[in-house]
C-alpha cells in the first residue's frame, strides 16, 4: 500500500469529469480535487440539448448506477430515429429497440450539468480555470486561475491527472503537442432551444433533409424543442455571414417541389424566429489518444473529439467514465500506484472509440456538399449499417473481469 493517499486532480466538471468524480466522491483512500473554470450559476450551454445513446445509459446502469437512475429520472427517453425529407417523404423509421437492449436519453445540456455537478459539488472548485500544466521530479502539476480574485495556484505532486477539460483541452494541447489541427468536414451546425408552443408537432428524435441541408429535432424536458441545423459550408472557411441571416435560414429547407411537411414548416419558422439565440459551430473531430504520458490521462472530448452525428461525444464520455472509475477502484484496492491508468484506460477504451469516430464521421456522408439523402438514407437501412449500429448500442465497457 502507498503510505499517503494518492492525489487525483479531475481538471473539468463536465460529463466525463464529474462522472469520475461520482465514482470515486465516497473512497476514503484517494485526495480527489476537480477543478472547473466556470461558477455554479453559469448557463452557457443554456441553448442546446443533448440525445444520449443506449449505450452510455447501458453502461452508466453496469458501473455507476446511480448515476444513470439520476439522469433517467430527469430525461425522456430516446426510442426512436426518424428520417425524411422536408417535403414530408420518410426515408427510415428506426426504433431503437430493434437493434439495443435499452432507450437512450433527451435532456437539455445545461440540465446534465447541473444534475452531474451537484453531485459532487464538495469535490469541486468552481470559478477555477486551469492555466498551465507540466511534469516535475514530483510528478504531473497544474496552475489553475481563482477567476474572481485572480490568484493562481500551483497543485503539484499529482498521481494521476484527468484531463475532463473538452474539446479544447490545455492539457491535450500539453500532451500532443503542436502536432494536431482539427479535421474540419466542411459543414456548419448550429442549435438553438426554443419554447414547443401548444401545437407542436415534434417529439422523439427525427431529422428532415432537403439536399445535404438538415434539420435534426427533438423534444426535452420542459416543454422544449432543441433544434439543430445544418448546411455544406466551405472546409477551410468559417460560416458565412450572409448564411447565418433569418432569409438564408427560411430559404434553405424549402423543398423544391411542394410544400414542406408540417414538421418542416414549423422548424423552418421556429429557426427564423429564434435566429439571434442559435449557437454556431462547425463540424469538425481529431485523433484518439488518452494515455500517451504517465500519470496523464485524457478523457471524453479532449481525448477523442468527434462529430456529433450519431449523438456519441457525450455519450462516449460517459462510457470513458465508466472504466476510469473502474480502473482507479481496482488499483486502489490492489495498493498499486495511478500512474499508469492511463496506459491501461487506451488499452481498453482506443479500438472501440477509434470505431466511434469513424462511425460519426462516416454517418455524415448525407450532410456533405453534393450528398444525395434519399440514396444515403437508405444505405442506414441496411444490414450493414444496421449491425454496425447495434454494436455502437450494446458493445460497451464491461466492469473487468465481468464475462464477455
Ligand atoms: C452542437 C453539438 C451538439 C452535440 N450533440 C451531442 C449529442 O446529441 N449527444 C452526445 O452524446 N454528444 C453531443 N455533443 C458532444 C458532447 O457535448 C461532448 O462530447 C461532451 O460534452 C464531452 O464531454 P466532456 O466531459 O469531455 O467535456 P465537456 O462536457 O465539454 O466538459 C468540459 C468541462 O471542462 C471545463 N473546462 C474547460 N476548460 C477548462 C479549464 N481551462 N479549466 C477548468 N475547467 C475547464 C468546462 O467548463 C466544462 O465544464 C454535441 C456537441 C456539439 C458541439
Redo the contacts with the bound molecule.
Keep these: 500500500m502507498p503510505a499517503r493517499k494518492q492525489k487525483v486532480v479531475i481538471?473539468?466538471?463536465?460529463?466525463?469529469?464529474?462522472l469520475i468524480a461520482a465514482g470515486l466522491k465516497d473512497r476514503g483512500d484517494v485526495e480527489l480535487i476537480c477543478?472547473?473554470?466556470?461558477g455554479t450559476a453559469?448557463h452557457?450551454e443554456a441553448g442546446?440539448?443533448?440525445?444520449?445513446?443506449p449505450n452510455?445509459l447501458k453502461a452508466l446502469d453496469l458501473h455507476l448506477p446511480e448515476s444513470a437512475a439520476l439522469i433517467r429520472a430527469n430525461s425522456l427517453p430516446w426510442e426512436s430515429w426518424r428520417i425524411s425529407l422536408t417535403n414530408g417523404r420518410t426515408l427510415m423509421d428506426l426504433k431503437l429497440g430493434s437493434l439495443a437492449e435499452n432507450s437512450g436519453i433527451r435532456i437539455r445540456?445545461a440540465e446534465l450539468?447541473s444534475l452531474l455537478r451537484t453531485a459532487v459539488s464538495p469535490h469541486v472548485r468552481y470559478n477555477?480555470?486551469?492555466?498551465g500544466c507540466g511534469r516535475d521530479e514530483s510528478g504531473p502539476y497544474v496552475d489553475?486561475k481563482d477567476t474572481i480574485t485572480g490568484a493562481v495556484e500551483r497543485i503539484g505532486g499529482i498521481d494521476l491527472l484527468i484531463a475532463?477539460?473538452?474539446?479544447?483541452?490545455?492539457i491535450r494541447q500539453f500532451v500532443l503537442g503542436e502536432e494536431e489541427k482539427p479535421f474540419f468536414l466542411g459543414v456548419c451546425?448550429?442549435?438553438v432551444l426554443f419554447p414547443a408552443g401548444p401545437d407542436c408537432p415534434l417529439d422523439d428524435y427525427a431529422q428532415w433533409f432537403n439536399g445535404a441541408n438538415r434539420l435534426l429535432a427533438f423534444r426535452v424536458p420542459g416543454d422544449l424543442i432543441y433544434c439543430?441545423g445544418s448546411f455544406p459550408i466551405p472546409a477551410e472557411s468559417g460560416i458565412p455571414d450572409e448564411m447565418k441571416q433569418r432569409e438564408f435560414l427560411g430559404r434553405v429547407y424549402l423543398p423544391e417541389e411542394g410544400e414542406p411537411s408540417p414538421e418542416a414548416a414549423y422548424l423552418i419558422d421556429a429557426i427564423q424566429r429564434y435566429a439571434d439565440r442559435i449557437?454556431w459551430?462547425r463540424l469538425q473531430d481529431g485523433s484518439v489518444a488518452y494515455g500517451r504520458e504517465r500519470g496523464i490521462l485524457l478523457?471524453?472530448?479532449?481525448?477523442h473529439?468527434?462529430v456529433?452525428t450519431l449523438?456519441?461525444?457525450?455519450?462516449?464520455?460517459c462510457e470513458?467514465a465508466c472504466v476510469v472509475v473502474d480502473e482507479i477502484k481496482a488499483a486502489l484496492d490492489a495498493g498499486r500506484p495511478l500512474a499508469d491508468i492511463s496506459e491501461r484506460v487506451e488499452a481498453r477504451r482506443a479500438e472501440r472509440v477509434r470505431f466511434v469516430v469513424q462511425f460519426s464521421r462516416d454517418a455524415t456522408d448525407t450532410m456533405l456538399a453534393g450528398a444525395d439523402p434519399v440514396a444515403g438514407t437508405l444505405r442506414k437501412t441496411e444490414p450493414e449499417f444496421q449491425a454496425k449500429l447495434k454494436s455502437l448500442y450494446c458493445d460497451v465497457p464491461l466492469p473487468a473481469g465481468a464475462a464477455a
Design positions: 481538471v473539468g466538471a463536465g460529463i466525463a469529469g464529474s477543478l472547473e473554470r466556470v453559469d452557457a442546446t440539448g443533448l440525445n444520449i445513446g452510455a445540456w450539468y477555477a480555470e486551469l492555466v489553475w475532463g477539460d473538452g474539446r479544447y483541452s490545455l451546425l448550429y442549435r439543430a449557437h459551430a478523457v471524453g472530448d479532449s481525448a473529439p468527434m456529433p449523438g456519441q461525444g457525450a455519450t462516449q464520455a470513458d
